[in-house]
């Protein structure tokens, strides 16, 4: 099943935000740098 972009936009910016609420992580990237490979990885589903 494909995604909009739209869906994927909003799939990547809950998971980031998700991601920096936890205390084991920690970004060595900016915020952006991390949702856009979210992105990625929806899209190309790996």
């Given amino acids: 099943?494909?995604?909009?972009?739209d869906?994927?936009?909003?799939l990547a910016?809950?998971?980031a935000?998700?991601?920096a609420t936890l205390?084991?992580?920690e970004f060595i990237e900016d915020?952006?740098?991390i949702r856009?490979?979210?992105r990625?990885?929806?899209d190309t589903g790996q």
């Fill in 40 to 42: 990625r990885l929806l």
């Fill in 17 to 19: 935000d998700a991601l």
């Fill in 7 to 10: 869906k994927v936009n909003r």
């Fill in 31 to 33: 915020p952006n740098s």
């Fill in 23 to 25: 205390d084991d992580v």
């Fill in 1 to 5: 099943m494909r995604l909009s972009r």
């Fill in 36 to 38: 856009m490979e979210v």
């Fill in 13 to 15: 910016h809950s998971v």
